[in-house]
């Protein structure tokens, strides 16, 4: 597995993405509606560290409940994966389990990720690999 980027939730696009460019960031790919999860996504690159803005769209998106409760901030880092039913299976019999069931991903070219917890580690994204 290799970190494709960290996620950060945040409460409004804008003025975050101006801050990251102001850090040196760049936008990789401009702001996409992901109506599976509500959200607004955005990915941003510095050298070959990306970040994903999160910004919930709706009141009952899949990050509202989370940017209520811990505020803005990152919440998981994303790993990628040439197998995703297979490092699925690996990290289930690491006690990781699964918190959203695996989806296509709009701002991602449709492929799969699946969110997944541990209870030592917190929340993580994987990320098929683009075929």
């Known amino acids: 597995m290799k970190v494709h980027h960290v996620g950060y939730l945040v409460k409004k696009m804008d003025p975050s993405v101006s801050m990251f460019e102001s850090i040196g960031y760049h936008i990789e790919q401009e702001t996409i509606y992901d109506p599976y999860r509500k959200i607004n996504i955005c990915f941003l690159l510095n050298g070959t ?17 989370l940017l209520k409760k811990n505020g803005i901030g990152p919440y998981h880092i994303c790993y ?7 490092a699925i299976d690996g990290l289930k019999t690491k006690h990781f389990v699964i918190t959203d069931p695996p989806e296509k991903a709009p701002a991602l070219d449709n492929r799969k990720v699946v969110f997944m917890y541990h209870t030592k580690i917190g929340l993580i994204e994987v990320l098929e690999e683009r075929k």
Not at 57 to 65: I, R
Not at 80 to 86: F, G, H, M, N, Y
């Open 49 to 65: 560290e990306r970040v994903e803005l999160i910004e919930s769209a709706s009141e009952d998106s899949t990050v509202a409940g």
């Open 80 to 86: 990628e994966v040439r197998d995703l039913e297979k």
